[in-house]
Antibody, heavy 121, light 107 residues
Framework: EVQLVESGGGLVQPGRSLKLSCVAS????????MNWIRQAPGKGLEWVAY????????YYAETVKGRFTISRDNAKNTLYLQMTSLRSEDTALYYC??????????????WGQGTLVTVSS | DIQMTQSPASLSASLGETVTIECRAS??????LAWYQQKPGKSPQLLIY???SLHTGVPSRFSGSGSGTQYSLKINSLQSEDVASYFC?????????FGAGTKLELK
């Protein structure tokens, strides 16, 4: 069974950095693109970033471009999101979600449980 | 970026009723449209993909339709377990974008 487990969230001051992880199991991680999606408390969903299976293709939402970096370690079955220059508006539950085998966007059938990032002084 | 306008923002319906949620894209998304259900404290669950295809395990009372820029999710014979928030998402291109959501409650 596909499992995605996020970690690394917490309380961080504005302007500081945080790195999230998502450990995948139940499928061949190196074959699939991966995504980060976030949800501010009581709000809707916002796609954040995508990375292809071999890391050749990477896309970001404009709201995080230049501040966040998505990466992966296929040997460790792990997806990362390095977040820098954090702002209060980055406060959200961050989900990882599995993409497809090609770089074409697909609907998200598999999601993790999320890790909460709170940016506050 | 493609904007997704979802309506209504909230909806109150009775058990057994049929409800419809709409989503309008700012440009043609060629059926690259998914619907998700999210219950409080849980991750979103995929219901419909490619505008009208039912995801595995989703009850047949859920259905999707539409084309071009206009799409809808219909829930027939509303059940108590359908109380949730519902989101549309276009995945025709990056950035994927979501509708603002519809909160469905029981009357």
């Amino acid at each position: 069974e596909v499992q995605l487990v996020e970690s690394g969230g917490g309380l961080v001051q504005p302007g500081r950095s945080l790195k999230l992880s998502c450990v995948a199991s139940g499928f061949t991680f190196s074959n699939y693109g991966m995504n980060w999606i976030r949800q501010a408390p009581g709000k809707g969903l916002e796609w954040v970033a995508y990375i292809s299976s071999g890391s050749s293709y990477i896309y970001y939402a404009e709201t995080v471009k230049g501040r966040f970096t998505i990466s992966r370690d296929n040997a460790k079955n792990t997806l990362y999101l390095q977040m820098t220059s954090l702002r209060s508006e980055d406060t959200a539950l961050y989900y990882c979600a599995r993409g497809g085998i090609t770089i074409a966007a697909i609907p998200f059938a598999w999601w993790g449980q999320g890790t909460l990032v709170t940016v506050s002084s | 970026d493609i904007q997704m306008t979802q309506s209504p923002a909230s909806l109150s319906a009775s058990l057994g009723e049929t409800v419809t949620i709409e989503c309008r894209a700012s440009e043609d998304i060629y059926n690259g449209l998914a619907w998700y259900q999210q219950k409080p404290g849980k991750s979103p669950q995929l219901l419909i993909y490619n505008a009208n295809s039912l995801h595995t395990g989703v009850p047949s009372r859920f259905s999707g339709s539409g084309s071009g820029t206009q799409y809808s999710l219909k829930i027939n014979s509303l059940q108590s377990e359908d109380v949730a928030s519902y989101f549309c998402q276009q995945y025709y291109n990056y950035p994927n974008t979501f509708g603002a959501g519809t909160k469905l409650e029981l009357k």
